[in-house]
């Protein structure tokens, strides 16, 4: 069976958030179980890409309206990353330095997904399966059943991954144009809140739903930015598989990029290791615990409430805090001041770093997590695959992979996005450290946690296999 999948993000040439890890590992996997997978993105302006040397296999053009735009379909000549990697070339809309945030980004979005169609059409030997990623790729199920150019293409089954409902990628029907000729009987496929929404078009028309973790599927029947009922109605052909993680990639026994390996027999002193250059890096006292934020600073993750929780915390507990990330400006600057306050407990490090990253958690004694939304969450397995203990908000899917220490788990968990809430897991946080025996015992038990996406894999090829029987 071969599986293509289409994305605008793919780790490691193009990552914003999860998306691009959960593109970049899980086509690795299921190549392992003998599923041929291949990946198309966007050629992207970045070294990241033009370190790897690609052919060109494919030139097309598409049109949106009256303008027409000429593409190549290149083919990376590595396949060390465990699956086949095609990029769409194409210089005035895709070859740029960002993935997202420009005024264009609608045209950007449907000339990739026109490109790609235009490529399959030709193509002698065509996908079995073709499985889409977000609202990037969210018009692909429509265009492929009721497009004329793309009939050939129709008998396909596509499948749409929902990593984050709130991002919808709807636009105005002055550009109903972009879209190729079809039947305008099924112009309500396209139509959601009386604009066209490539999210909502991909829910109706995909032979299959999933998201990326059963909790977060049950909760967009409640809370899914307006597309609430449509999910509801759509809810038979709607599954939840949970993310992994790549075990390879994150594993402290080989990382890198971590200051010193451990397994679970060194895990004590490689942690720290890990933590004393973290001490060491930030000013703070190694015999504190450490309580670590990494991720973007925006609503969805609680972000803005990381200054006033930071201020709690170290006015009323022995305690360090380091925080890693970048996002909304008067954040980060409220998170930046704070260290005049707190300036042998407290640090921060506006912006991302990868090896950074790795070394908190491997070094950071819990990993604070008080999201608002997370649909599935990579961080908290990442901490757990590290020895990290994660302190998490109940949602999406957190709530599938962090049991409380007070129900016989491993991690600390609270049900509500305040200040008060997280104080008090920081506050059990350190109630639970101060009995080391006990949590180290927990230490030793969560790296041995699977997260991998062996199992996660192995859904996606059993949901590939049923929409193949009904062809």
């Not at 296999?57 to 027409?68: C, E, H």
């Not at 169609?117 to 990623?133: G, Q």
């Not at 409902?165 to 039947?183: C, E, T, V, W």
């Not at 507990?317 to 306050?341: A, C, M, P, Y």
Request: charge should be negative; include cysteine.
């Amino acid at each position: 069976m071969r599986v293509l999948h289409t994305s605008l993000e793919c780790y490691p040439f193009a990552k914003v958030g999860g998306l691009g890890d959960v593109v970049g590992s899980l086509p690795k996997y299921m190549t392992d179980l003998g599923c041929t997978t291949d990946v198309v993105i966007p050629y992207f302006d970045n070294k990241k890409i033009d370190q790897h040397e690609s052919e060109l296999i494919y030139n097309g053009s598409v049109s949106l309206g009256k303008y027409i735009f000429d593409f190549e379909i290149r083919k990376l000549f590595s396949s060390s990353f465990g699956f086949e990697v095609y990029l769409v070339y194409q210089k005035d809309l895709l070859f740029r330095p960002n993935v997202y945030g420009y005024e264009d980004d609608t045209e950007r979005f449907i000339v990739f997904q026109l490109a790609v169609l235009d490529w399959l059409v030709n193509l002698e030997t065509k996908p079995d399966i073709i499985h889409c990623h977000d609202h990037h790729t969210g018009l692909i199920p429509f265009l492929v059943s009721h497009v004329d150019a793309f009939q050939s293409l129709q008998d396909i089954p596509t499948v749409l991954t929902i990593h984050n409902a709130q991002y919808q990628g709807q636009f105005s029907y002055d550009k109903l144009d972009y879209i190729p000729q079809f039947d305008l009987h099924n112009i309500g496929l396209l139509d959601w809140d009386n604009c066209i929404n490539p999210l909502a078009t991909g829910i109706k028309c995909a032979w299959r739903v999933t998201t990326v973790s059963p909790n977060y599927m049950q909760e967009l029947q409640h809370q899914a930015n307006g597309l609430e009922g449509l999910l509801s109605h759509e809810k038979a052909k709607c599954i939840g598989i949970l993310n992994g993680i790549d075990h390879d990639t994150w594993n402290p026994e080989t990382d890198p990029l971590i200051i010193k390996n451990y397994n679970t027999n060194t895990i004590v002193s490689g942690r720290k290791a890990n933590k004393k250059w973290l001490c060491k890096h930030y000013n703070f006292d190694i015999e504190k615990p450490l309580f670590a934020f990494i991720g973007r600073l925006v609503y969805e993750k609680g972000a803005d409430l990381l200054p006033d929780i930071v201020a709690e915390a170290l006015q009323h507990l022995d305690v360090s805090i380091l925080i890693l990330g970048s996002g909304n400006t008067e954040v980060e600057l409220r998170l930046q001041n704070l260290k005049e306050s707190f300036p042998n407990s407290y640090n921060t490090y506006i912006g991302y770093d990868e090896k950074l990253s790795h070394i908190i958690y491997a070094g950071a004694d819990f990993l604070l997590m008080p999201s608002r939304v997370e649909p599935c969450g990579l961080n908290q397995m990442y901490a757990l695959r590290y020895g990290s203990i994660p302190i998490v908000r109940r949602t999406g899917g957190l709530k599938d992979t962090v049991i409380d220490i007070g129900e016989d788990g491993f991690g600390i968990c609270h049900n509500r996005a305040n200040i008060q809430d997280v104080y008090n897991s920081i506050k059990r946080g350190v109630e639970f450290y101060n009995v080391q025996k006990k949590y180290r015992k927990t230490q030793k038990e969560i790296v041995k946690i699977d997260h991998s996406w062996n199992n996660s894999a192995k859904q996606y090829i059993e949901l590939y296999k049923s929409l193949k029987q009904l062809q």
